[in-house]
Nanobody, 123 residues
Framework: QVQLVESGGGLVQAGGSLRLSCAVSGSIFSINTMNWYRQAPGNYRELVAAITSGGSTNYASSVKGRFTISRDNAKNTVYLQMNSLKPEDTAVYYC?????????????????WGQGTQVTVSS
């Protein structure tokens, strides 16, 4: 029904930058919040950044001032610009969205996840 395709992860030195993207497609009616989560080995999956359909944003305290989330509603795509990267930012980053989708006999709200993309920051 709904697919989230992520790209942009990779290897970077501390202090460097990466830009993640996530494109949403499928039988979607509307997209509400779009989010980025991350999960490092031994840690719980945590919310990194969120953006509403109107463009309001929220960030985890650990990334505030370094990361910027944005979205292109015409392309159903969310981005995460990551600057001044630190080794502790190393994790698998997951795109997530809350959306209303069309079913055979109803419309419903659900949560969807991307497959994850690895971000590794070296000292």
């Amino acid at each position: 029904q709904v697919q989230l395709v992520e790209s942009g992860g990779g290897l970077v030195q501390a202090g460097g930058s990466l830009r993640l993207s996530c494109a949403v497609s499928g039988s979607i009616f509307s997209i509400n919040t779009m989010n980025w989560y991350r999960q490092a080995p031994g840690n719980y999956r945590e919310l990194v950044a969120a953006i509403t359909s109107g463009g309001s944003t929220n960030y985890a305290s650990s990334v505030k001032g370094r990361f910027t989330i944005s979205r292109d509603n015409a392309k159903n795509t969310v981005y995460l610009q990551m600057n001044s990267l630190k080794p502790e930012d190393t994790a698998v980053y997951y795109c997530n969205t809350h959306a209303i989708v069309r079913g055979p006999a109803m419309m419903y709200e659900n949560e969807f996840w991307g497959q994850g993309t690895q971000v590794t920051v070296s000292s």
